[in-house]
């Protein structure tokens, strides 16, 4: 490989959610933590090189992103997805959490029902609610051991109040890439209901081999009618402290109002550093974005590997997309609480808890597999040795 991803790099000391804080929110010290969704790995070369550029110059102040920021965008979505963006669609955000809160105040009214398919990323749930509407869940199905959507309950759990659904393509925390057929079948459905999808896909970038990601609003012009896409550079390149997001919105209406509410609610300065480290991993980043994927993938098979010959009792689920897996820890026939014991306190290694994601990942554990290998193997030893005792 041209880029090492073996690498370790000491993040203590750095203000890190991930490595700073394990007393305060664990209460326990010494941890390996693979839990919160950022990457242990240092950014693209080219992106670091952009972002000293732009350090260098040492003048800030209030910036625009230029023509060749979206230019570098729309570049990117058609070499990695074949999908063609107009520019006109794109808007700029903060972030993708900080755009799904003004579209719920948009496109939603207060007690309006928003449809989620837990076990799914924590935010979108508290979002809804903390907007004062009302969450609908149609949650996921395991079949053969692979998680799917329930399309047919949807269909049941779909009310006359309900407005909108939020997709997380590819799924977190399930981490499958969904097919064209389903996404088809959901589009149309919501469609035929009068349903605005909002599709998270900040992880679209990152499928692993043997898989490809199809963005919802490219399946038809009338899909993307009724899609607003939410999309990042932050997952891709590891730079999600520095805030930056793309809305993509097809329909001219649903654009304006989104443009008007924005503007009201938060106004938009874009981040110069920002700007210049997503327009660089655009450009020039795809070859280790290529190398990491299959990094990735070998971290998966490790952790295959060991389940199978050290921890049989563990549960796996095919990882398709994402960086991270979901761990089916329920055949222990330990208590929630007593399995958070064993992995923080015995094994000290932080994982993100199932029941935050929802129905379905009670007895489930979230893990990063975006860490050095070395790092990885150390985190599985610890759970062997304590999963191991009675």
């Known amino acids: 490989m041209a880029y090492d991803f073996d690498r370790l790099v000491d993040r203590r000391g750095t203000a890190s959610v991930k490595w700073d804080y394990e007393n305060e929110y664990t209460g326990h010290t010494g941890l390996l933590p693979l839990w919160v969704a950022d990457m242990d790995f240092p950014a693209p070369g080219p992106v670091l090189d952009a972002i000293r550029h732009r350090v260098d110059h040492g003048v800030f102040g209030y910036v625009r992103e230029p023509d060749s920021f979206f230019q570098a965008a729309r570049g990117w979505m058609e070499r990695r997805h074949g999908w063609g963006v107009p520019r006109e669609w794109i808007v700029t955000s903060p972030s993708v959490l900080s755009a799904l809160s003004v579209i719920l105040l948009t496109f939603t009214s207060p007690g309006d029902g928003v449809v989620i398919q837990p076990p799914v990323y924590h935010p979108f749930g508290l979002r809804i609610r903390a907007n004062g509407r009302r969450v609908v869940e149609n949650p996921l199905v395991l079949r053969g051991g692979k998680w799917e959507m329930d399309l047919d309950g949807l269909e049941r759990v779909m009310d006359a109040g309900t407005r909108m659904l939020i997709l997380c393509s590819p799924h977190n925390p399930a981490g499958r890439v969904w097919e064209r057929s389903e996404l088809e079948r959901l589009a149309g459905m919501c469609r035929s209901r009068g349903v605005l999808v909002v599709s998270d896909e900040i992880h679209f970038d990152l499928v692993l081999p043997g898989h490809r990601h199809t963005p919802l609003a490219s399946l038809s012009p009338e899909s993307a009618a009724n899609t607003i896409t939410l999309v990042a550079p ?7 402290g520095l805030g930056c997001s793309l809305t993509l919105i097809a329909s001219p209406a649903h654009r304006e109002k989104f443009e008007a509410a924005q503007s009201a609610i938060m106004g938009i300065a874009p981040n110069a550093i920002s700007v210049a480290a997503a327009e660089a991993g655009w450009r020039h980043a795809g070859p280790w974005l290529d190398e990491l994927l299959v990094y990735l993938q070998g971290n998966y098979g490790l952790l295959k590997r ?6 049989p009792s563990l ?6 997309g994402t960086y991270l897996a979901l761990v089916d820890f329920g055949r222990l026939g330990l208590s929630n609480a007593a399995l958070r014991e064993k992995l923080l306190g015995n094994a000290r290694v932080w994982l993100d808890d199932g029941v935050k994601f929802g129905r379905g990942a009670e007895q489930m554990q979230r893990m ?9 193997k150390e ?9 191991g005792r009675p």
């Open 379 to 387: 985190a599985l030893e610890r759970m062997a040795a304590a999963l």
């Open 315 to 320: 549960g796996l689920f095919a990882l398709q």
């Open 368 to 376: 990063n597999l975006a860490c050095p290998r070395s790092v990885l």
């Open 306 to 311: 060991f389940v199978v010959e050290r921890l």
């Open 234 to 240: 932050t997952k891709t390149f590891n730079l999600a």
